[in-house]
């Protein structure tokens, strides 16, 4: 069965239609397989020599007239290609700035000061760190009480549990799309209806889907999302995040900054918002870190998420084989979603051994990620990662486990 | 006289101990003179090969593991860095991180919320936008009045300004070290003194200051600073900014995410912060838009900031010479502190035309910048403008502007 297996990762290699694609990535030394996209992609050729331009020419030779001759928009020209490649939304929607944390913090505080006599705030008890210490900090300066959604840890919070979460009281409701233990993919376009229904706003997390699922913000009706520029989006460890607030939501972020301002180079006194999405920019915007984000959105941008998308299907559902061939029978748990369509880029399998079984793997050049208590992530980036590299990386993982 | 001044130039470039460090930098094509590093420096040549080995080694190879085997620590290692380089504050106070303003938002939020019975905020109406904008914004939302320092343009906030200003409802003065507009350099150890005394906290914006300035934060006795990245320290445009906090203030920003959280990969429920100034960290540290200001850090470590000062205590005077002799019977104003001590690395020019001036001296390849309503500032980057370069475009000036 193991030479079947071999057999078909090669097969589908030699099908897959983005195989040229890894090519435009830097190799990676001596890692047999990378299996962790979904945490840090890795670095685009173009992303290397882009960079090289960008110093020797936009800031070593136009210098301080490159704000004129462009980057005073980046924030916004990259948010809208990033909109359009992978958001689904339209132009004027998205910026791009800051962290993922810092963005929610400003997202969050905007919308729940926008339904001040609301006092309540619905997260997953399970979601990302951040997303639960941002909302706890900002439920404590504003008074407000966070309703927790307990989920079974191999899902994610469902329609459902938003469904019997909302109210009345509810200012604002808080959700991966993906969820990053999981992979559970959420119905954003059925948990937005519900909320609105109770007269909340709904905050995406995108984090775990930007780039790998193709997303429809605009159709689905989301009011606010946030999400990072360093998985899927191969902008380099650190780069800037992004947010999107829809066309016709009036909300107001906290931290007023003089790259938010309407004429910021009047300098004049008192604050007055930019129009638009531009009003989440507070400080000046970190153009050189977004070179190698620009790079992979233009990748992104000829290949089309929705192949991505397809090739994810084929890698995470050939990870579940290799899985069930070889390590559910020692004991390993499959801890995401069976249904491809409830599935995102990654799958995570569990064993109570496995954060030993992690520093195994990396010592052998194999590298997922390992999240508490007992789970390797098998994140599949499918513009970088090959179904071979997928069967080496688990035939090392099936021999130190079994 | 012009010839004179030529020859004074040539003689000051030769006796110039720094002069070697100008070829440290990447070329800058058609420029004639950059007056402008106190806006964006130049890049260094160590930056750009910096930049494209990080993107090979710790980024391509090492990828996701380079997070346990430094990244974690970088913005205490650069921070600390920073402070022996450049502020004069022992290690475990600094860490890079964000913007100035998401940086000057937290430290502020942190100042207020630390001083509840306290309900003024003192700063000058003449400060830099972003200040008075984020604390517009902190006063709205904490119910603060902001005391409004009215000073002359040419000159900044003062001692006896703020001795004026504080009072028993003081909570927090924030203050830029050198005015952006007048470069006028304020006594931040008298400063803090008077703050103090008056049982407030000090926050000190130095953006002007760092890297051309010999900062002492730690003897002087301010409570809080903030600063950027890519002035004087020529970490490229947008690069992460910095923090300060003192030893034994015990203060809470208002960003809670998971790289600010005690044992962050515990993502335990749950926020604790970390101790001592890493809970200013909220999300992932832009990493990769650290390493152009890394690069920078070790060129003004070799070199020593008093080194820095000396000489642009040279060229600020130089300027001043030129424009003596130049410009003042074209009617054109010094608006800069004529007493050495009160400069900081720039010089403001006045001249009701200016603005139409610097469009043309852009053309001609010099590159000042503008502040409104008249000013020119030639700022001068010590480690990169020789005063050759200063008389060249000072030159162009002159012939613009007589």
Redesign the interface.
């Known amino acids: 069965m193991t030479d079947d297996l071999r057999a078909r990762a090669e097969e589908l290699d030699a099908r897959d239609p983005l195989r040229a694609r890894r090519d435009d990535?830097?190799?990676?030394?001596?890692?047999v397989a990378?299996l962790?996209g979904n945490?840090?992609g890795?670095?685009l050729r173009a992303?290397?020599e882009q960079?090289?331009a960008f110093?020797?020419g936009p800031?070593?030779?136009?210098?301080?007239?490159?704000?004129d001759e462009g980057?005073m928009d980046w924030p916004s020209l990259v948010g809208d290609q990033l909109g359009r490649v992978c958001l689904g939304a339209a132009p004027g929607q998205v910026v791009v700035a800051?962290?993922?944390?810092?963005l929610l913090?400003k997202l969050a505080r905007a919308a729940v000061?926008a339904r001040p006599d609301r006092r309540e705030v619905v997260v997953g008890?399970d979601d990302?760190?951040?997303d639960?210490?941002?909302l706890?900090?900002?439920a404590r300066?504003r008074g407000l009480t966070l309703r927790w959604v307990d989920t079974d840890a191999d899902l994610g919070v469902t329609l459902e549990h938003v469904a019997a979460a909302v109210g009345p009281a509810t200012a604002l409701v808080v959700l991966s799309h993906v969820s990053y233990r999981s992979s559970y993919v959420a119905d954003l376009a059925a948990v937005a209806a519900v909320v609105h229904e109770a007269g909340a706003l709904l905050l995406a997390d995108l984090c775990h889907s930007v780039g790998v699922l193709p997303l429809s913000l605009d159709a689905w009706g989301v009011d606010l999302a946030v999400g990072?520029g360093?998985k899927y989006l191969n902008g380099?460890?650190?780069?800037?995040?992004f947010a999107y607030v829809r066309a016709g939501l009036d909300v107001q972020q906290?931290?007023?900054?003089?790259?938010g301002?309407a004429d910021?180079?009047?300098?004049?006194?008192?604050?007055q918002p930019a129009p638009g999405t531009r009003q989440l920019v507070?400080?000046?915007?970190?153009?050189?870190?977004?070179v190698?984000l620009r790079a992979a959105l233009d990748q992104l941008e000829q290949v089309g998420v929705a192949a991505v998308r397809e090739k994810a299907l084929q890698l995470t559902g050939f990870a579940l084989a290799l899985a069930d061939a070889w390590l559910e029978p020692a004991g390993v748990r499959v801890a995401s979603p069976r249904d491809p369509a409830l599935r995102g880029g990654h799958v995570t399998l569990c064993r109570e051994d496995f954060r030993a079984v992690t520093a195994a793997l990396?010592e052998r050049g194999v590298?997922p990620?390992f999240?508490?208590p007992d789970g390797i992530r098998i994140g599949l980036a499918p513009l970088s990662t090959s179904f071979a590299e997928l069967y080496d990386g688990m035939a090392v993982l099936r021999d130190l486990a079994t």
Chains 1, 2 share one sequence.
């Not at 990535?25 to 890692?31: E, I, K, Q, T, Y």
């Not at 800031?59 to 704000?67: M, N, Q």
């Open positions: 990535f830097l190799p990676m030394g001596d890692v990378y962790d945490s840090l890795r670095p992303a290397q960079l090289a110093v020797e800031w070593a030779d136009r210098l301080i007239r490159s704000w980057w800051d962290s993922t944390t810092v913090y000061d008890s990302f760190p951040t639960r210490y941002v706890e900090g900002i300066e990072c360093y380099g460890p650190g780069a800037p995040a906290p931290v007023w900054g003089w790259m301002r910021p180079f009047a300098m004049a006194p008192g604050y507070s400080g000046t915007p970190p153009v050189l870190a977004m190698p990396w590298v990620d999240r508490n």
